[in-house]
């Protein structure tokens, strides 16, 4: 079965650029059946998708994150990476990556550990 | 886009039947059979136990059901269980590869 696990700096500055990694095992992340997704969660709140990338690069993002978020693939390294602009103390979340079923939008089966990011100078 | 709505929070007694109602509107949860429930235990990742509005995943038990009219999507939990407690996160498709998560609802095993 798929392992998903995230990697990148815990502590970010504000006005920079957050960036994580996300390493798939257990499956070739360009399979056809799967888009690959990052997910948030402020600390005590609900989560939030981020956007989504399919192994092509077409990518899908949160209308209200779009124009602050990449998302991009390397099938070589079976890894795909999240980088968010221009963060603030609201970016500060456990960041997710996770596997979503191409033939079922919304279903994200499986997800990483999470990693930490704080905001803060 | 504005998140499903959801209870901030349910309980019931071991052994008793809950069910946690998730509403959005006629471009989300009413437009699409794609709604998919969440359990979360504090400190750990989310963990998909219905999708496509009532399908289980494997290894999920079927005291997890999931059902839908109009907006509104439920999850119901029978024969409440200690473990059962924890945060759960209903999730629709919105349209144009786009999901929408809920705000979240806290469970209570009394």
């Known amino acids: 079965q798929l392992q998903l696990q995230e990697s990148g700096p815990g502590l970010v500055k504000p006005s920079e650029t957050l960036s994580l990694t996300c390493t798939v095992s257990?499956?070739?992340?360009?399979?056809?059946?799967?888009?690959w997704g990052w997910i948030r969660q402020p600390p005590g709140k609900g989560l939030e998708w981020i956007g989504s990338?399919?192994?092509?690069?077409?990518?899908y993002y949160n209308p209200s994150l779009k124009s602050r978020v990449t998302i991009s693939v390397d099938t070589s390294k079976n890894q795909f990476s999240l980088k968010l602009s221009s963060v603030t103390a609201a970016d500060t979340a456990v960041y997710y990556c996770?596997?979503?079923?191409?033939?079922?939008?919304?279903?994200?089966?499986?997800w990483g550990q999470g990693t930490l990011v704080t905001v803060s100078s | 886009q504005s998140a499903l709505t959801q209870p901030a929070s349910v309980s019931g007694s071991p052994g008793q039947s809950i069910t946690i109602s998730c509403t959005g509107t006629?471009?989300?949860?009413?437009?699409?059979?794609?709604v998919s429930w969440y359990q979360q235990h504090p400190g750990k990742a989310p963990k998909l136990m219905i999708y496509?509005?009532?399908k289980r995943p494997s290894g999920v038990s079927n005291r997890f059901s999931g059902s839908k009219s109009g907006n509104t999507a439920s999850l119901t939990i029978s024969g409440l269980q200690a473990e059962d407690e924890a945060d759960y996160y209903c999730?629709?498709?919105?349209?144009?590869?786009?999901?929408?998560f809920g705000g979240g609802t806290k469970l209570t095993v009394l």
């Open positions: 996770a596997s979503n079923i191409v033939v079922v939008p919304a279903a994200f089966d499986y």
């Open positions: 006629s471009s989300d949860v009413g437009s699409y059979n794609l």
């Open positions: 999730c629709s498709y919105a349209g144009s590869s786009t999901p929408l």
């Open positions: 257990g499956g070739s992340i360009s399979s056809s059946s799967y888009y």
């Open positions: 496509e509005v009532s």
């Open positions: 990338i399919y192994y092509s690069g077409s990518t």
